[in-house]
């Protein structure tokens, strides 16, 4: 009988009830902290005080006066919250206040006790080091220098320093430039183009016009290739070409500027063209690529020259192209899967079973097509442990995960997803699934998987693989033809069964409909009294989402695998992906140009595979589930006329 008083004791202790008055106060409270309002924020807060939610409170309120606050103070709030994310957050503060104050020996002094890395942070103390005369922090701030991105504000003083020692060099500038541009980090490039000679200092109104219209710079400008910077000018404009159109870059440069570069820079193009080519889908790809030779390719360009390999069906080129990968890249699941499939098509079954049985005991996508491959069936690990009512109380307990609950409750959802994963960092199996189980009870779907899925060793896949609301899916998708399981795995990826959840991008709810996308369902399916308010009600949106699905499924020819594209990305651009013939699954999934959709479409059928395992469905193996996409030229129920874009 005590045993669930404690653990309602404990729930208690974790997220105390707050009154609708408490909970815009915390967002008033919240706005005035924006607003660098002190006196509205000490209004707020005095509504506040013993509440979980008054660490922040006091944090807010010391930020707002870090500039000129004793020391002692921030000592002391360091001590409070020493372990926990608001003590990460305002050591993080302090470092950067102490930079601007100069006081560098107490910036070295608490810096080794930050945990997580801030690039800022890090280069501030590098900065530390230097004024200090530690001459070795010059060389370790080449690493922000190499990077395609802005180099942090605090590195810029050692930059400058290289430079001036010439330790950095107009080569090593190019060199930048030329990366940043790739990269489309346009305005750091601009940034990077006053570390190079007068001479040879590109004007930034050129630059944006090639950006703006690349083909008019390679058709209408006089190029002098002898000169440094108009062979990177051209070079730039070609690239952003090969970006719209590969198959016109790679006439532009044959027809018109090649035999004018050098051989580097000619590999340097070619490389450029081919991974263009190889996301457009351009039979081509394979071509240019050997035309790039010699020349360093990154290993997401050598990634892009083996998916279109597998388009081709060109196994050897797929193993050569993975083979030229770093190590880190060679030992990504997704081209140990690939290569191995390279050395059985090459006849080297042992080869392939060994990297096969690497990957086979991972439970992602290619771990399961790794487990088919050797012949093994599905395996749902048992659920060899179930946290008791203690340990839940325990999880509970601690004060992470409290302020997190206390977050949730006021609706602070990316605060308080932040206070979660701080809270379970370290977290051995055991801990995890007692905080997962605490994330279900207050039904926090989310955090209850993504909590679960950090399980090594001991597993509950009933909480990595939810499934709330599961009478209403399962309802719909009856109504809709559909397999339950797979709108679940769909849902999964889309929201986490979030029913208020929101992207950037604007879409809403558990299955993530757009404004347009939701209204033009509703008009189609007669939906009565239909307004955007409603959009995260769980049987609006399923009934939304799960038409929208069918259309989308109906329209691609009943693929699941094209239709989760098309849900993705849109009905259109999945077609679009589609080979001239047959095309595996896999392969399909594999060389979608989208990250994002590519990662997604994966993630959906892996789902799909454990939901039906796990609430009784028809358990088939995945390279079934993903089956053959046929040919462009096969007949299918898709026009492309009219069909709204969900992101």
């Given at each position: 009988?005590?045993?669930?008083?404690?653990?309602?004791?404990?729930?208690?202790?974790?997220?105390?009830?707050?009154?609708?008055?408490?909970?815009?106060?915390?967002?008033?409270?919240?706005?005035?902290?924006?607003?660098?309002?002190?006196?509205?924020?000490?209004?707020?807060?005095?509504?506040?005080?013993?509440?979980?939610?008054?660490?922040?409170?006091?944090?807010?309120?010391?930020?707002?006066?870090?500039?000129?606050?004793?020391?002692?103070?921030?000592?002391?709030?360091?001590?409070?919250?020493?372990?926990?994310?608001?003590?990460?957050?305002?050591?993080?503060?302090?470092?950067?206040?102490?930079?601007?104050?100069?006081?560098?020996?107490?910036?070295?002094?608490?810096?080794?006790?930050?945990?997580?890395?801030?690039?800022?942070?890090?280069?501030?103390?590098?900065?530390?080091?230097?004024?200090?005369?530690?001459?070795?922090?010059?060389?370790?701030?080449?690493?922000?220098?190499?990077?395609?991105?802005?180099?942090?504000?605090?590195?810029?003083?050692?930059?400058?320093?290289?430079?001036?020692?010439?330790?950095?060099?107009?080569?090593?500038?190019?060199?930048?430039?030329?990366?940043?541009?790739?990269?489309?980090?346009?305005?750091?490039?601009?940034?990077?183009?006053?570390?190079?000679?007068?001479?040879?200092?590109?004007?930034?109104?050129?630059?944006?016009?090639?950006?703006?219209?690349?083909?008019?710079?390679?058709?209408?400008?006089?190029?002098?290739?002898?000169?440094?910077?108009?062979?990177?000018?051209?070079?730039?404009?070609?690239?952003?070409?090969?970006?719209?159109?590969?198959?016109?870059?790679?006439?532009?440069?044959?027809?018109?500027?090649?035999e004018r570069f050098p051989a580097a820079d000619q590999g340097y193009v070619w490389g450029?063209?081919?991974?263009?080519?190889?996301?457009?889908?351009?039979?081509?790809?394979?071509?240019?690529?050997?035309?790039?030779?010699?020349?360093?390719?990154?290993?997401?360009?050598?990634?892009?020259?083996?998916?279109?390999?597998?388009?081709?069906?060109?196994?050897?080129?797929?193993?050569?192209?993975?083979?030229?990968?770093?190590?880190?890249?060679?030992?990504?699941?997704?081209?140990?899967?690939?290569?191995?499939?390279?050395?059985?098509?090459?006849?080297?079954?042992?080869?392939?079973?060994?990297?096969?049985?690497?990957?086979?005991?991972?439970?992602?996508?290619?771990?399961?097509?790794?487990?088919?491959?050797?012949?093994?069936?599905?395996?749902?690990?048992?659920?060899?442990?179930?946290?008791?009512?203690?340990?839940?109380?325990?999880?509970?307990?601690?004060?992470?995960?409290?302020?997190?609950?206390?977050?949730?409750?006021?609706?602070?959802?990316?605060?308080?997803?932040?206070?979660?994963?701080?809270?379970?960092?370290?977290?051995?199996?055991?801990?995890?699934?007692?905080?997962?189980?605490?994330?279900?009870?207050?039904?926090?779907?989310?955090?209850?998987?993504?909590?679960?899925?950090?399980?090594?060793?001991?597993?509950?896949?009933?909480?990595?693989?939810?499934?709330?609301?599961?009478?209403?899916?399962?309802?719909?998708?009856?109504?809709?033809?559909?397999?339950?399981?797979?709108?679940?795995?769909?849902?999964?990826?889309?929201?986490?069964?979030?029913?208020?959840?929101?992207?950037?991008?604007?879409?809403?709810?558990?299955?993530?409909?757009?404004?347009?996308?939701?209204?033009?369902?509703?008009?189609?399916?007669?939906?009565?009294?239909?307004?955007?308010?409603?959009?995260?009600?769980?049987?609006?949106?399923?009934?939304?989402?799960?038409?929208?699905?069918?259309?989308?499924?109906?329209?691609?020819?009943?693929?699941?695998?094209?239709?989760?594209?098309?849900?993705?990305?849109?009905?259109?651009?999945?077609?679009?992906?589609?080979?001239?013939?047959?095309?595996?699954?896999?392969?399909?999934?594999?060389?979608?140009?989208?990250?994002?959709?590519?990662?997604?479409?994966?993630?959906?059928?892996?789902?799909?595979?454990?939901?039906?395992?796990?609430?009784?469905?028809?358990?088939?193996?995945?390279?079934?589930?993903?089956?053959?996409?046929?040919?462009?030229?096969?007949?299918?129920?898709?026009?492309?006329?009219?069909?709204?874009?969900?992101?």
């Open positions: 009988m005590l045993r669930p008083l404690v653990l309602a004791l404990a729930f208690a202790v974790a997220t105390p009830c707050l009154a609708v008055d408490e909970r815009e106060a915390f967002k008033a409270a919240a706005e005035a902290f924006r607003k660098s309002d002190a006196t509205r924020l000490e209004a707020h807060a005095k509504k506040l005080r013993g509440s979980g939610l008054e660490p922040y409170l006091d944090y807010w309120q010391l930020k707002l006066e870090l500039e000129t606050v004793d020391a002692g103070a921030v000592r002391e709030m360091l001590w409070k919250n020493d372990g926990l994310l608001l003590g990460e957050r305002l050591r993080n503060d302090w470092l950067r206040a102490l930079a601007r104050q100069q006081q560098w020996d107490v910036l070295l002094a608490e810096y080794p006790k930050l945990t997580q890395e801030d690039p800022e942070v890090t280069c501030l103390a590098l900065q530390a080091r230097w004024r200090n005369g530690d001459r070795a922090s010059l060389s370790e701030v080449r690493a922000f220098w190499n990077a395609p991105r802005d180099v942090p504000e605090g590195c810029l003083p050692l930059i400058e320093a290289e430079i001036a020692d010439g330790r950095i060099d107009t080569e090593d500038a190019w060199a930048r430039v030329r990366a940043l541009l790739v990269a489309n980090q346009v305005a750091a490039a601009k940034r990077t183009i006053n570390y190079l000679p007068a001479a040879e200092t590109p004007r930034e109104r050129t630059i944006d016009s090639i950006r703006r219209k690349p083909e008019h710079y390679v058709e209408q400008h006089k190029h002098d290739l002898k000169k440094r910077v108009d062979r990177e000018l051209a070079i730039y404009a070609l690239t952003r070409v090969a970006q719209r159109d590969a198959g016109r870059a790679a006439a532009y440069f044959t027809d018109r500027l090649r450029q063209i081919a991974t263009n080519a190889a996301r457009q889908h351009l039979a081509e790809a394979t071509f240019w690529f050997a035309r790039a030779g010699d020349a360093p390719l990154e290993d997401e360009q050598l990634a892009w020259r083996a998916r279109a390999a597998l388009r081709a069906g060109n196994w050897p080129e797929v193993g050569a192209a993975i083979d030229r990968m770093s190590a880190e890249g060679r030992g990504d699941p997704t081209w140990v899967y690939w290569k191995a499939r390279a050395l059985r098509a090459a006849g080297d079954a042992r080869g392939a079973e060994l990297l096969f049985a690497r990957i086979a005991h991972d439970h992602d996508f290619y771990g399961k097509l790794a487990r088919e491959e050797l012949g093994l069936s599905l395996s749902i690990p048992p659920r060899g442990y179930a946290p008791k009512d203690e340990e839940v109380a325990r999880a509970a307990s601690n004060e992470s995960l409290k302020r997190s609950l206390a977050l949730f409750r006021v609706d602070f959802r990316g605060e308080a997803t932040r206070e979660w994963i701080w809270g379970v960092r370290g977290m051995n199996d055991r801990e995890l699934l007692a905080a997962a189980e605490l994330a279900r009870r207050y039904e926090i779907w989310d955090r209850a998987i993504n909590t679960a899925n950090r399980t090594v060793g001991e597993h509950d896949f009933s909480v990595r693989f939810l499934a709330p609301y599961r009478e209403v899916f399962s309802e719909q998708a009856r109504a809709q033809g559909l397999d339950e399981h797979w709108v679940l795995g769909l849902v999964r990826q889309e929201s986490r069964f979030i029913t208020d959840a929101r992207s950037a991008a604007g879409a809403s709810g558990l299955m993530q409909l757009m404004p347009r996308t939701a209204r033009w369902i509703a008009r189609q399916i007669g939906m009565r009294d239909y307004s955007w308010r409603k959009v995260t009600d769980v049987d609006v949106n399923v009934a939304l989402g799960t038409s929208y699905l069918k259309y989308v499924y109906d329209g691609l020819g009943e693929s699941t695998v094209l239709a989760a594209a098309g849900y993705n990305a849109g009905p259109r651009r999945a077609q679009r992906w589609r080979a001239e013939g047959p095309l595996e699954g896999a392969i399909y999934a594999e060389t979608i140009p989208f990250t994002e959709t590519r990662d997604y479409v994966k993630k959906v059928m892996s789902n799909t595979v454990y939901y039906a395992a796990i609430y009784g469905g028809e358990v088939r193996p995945l390279k079934e589930r993903l089956g053959v996409i046929p040919g462009r030229g096969a007949e299918d129920a898709t026009d492309g006329s009219g069909e709204p874009t969900l992101k």
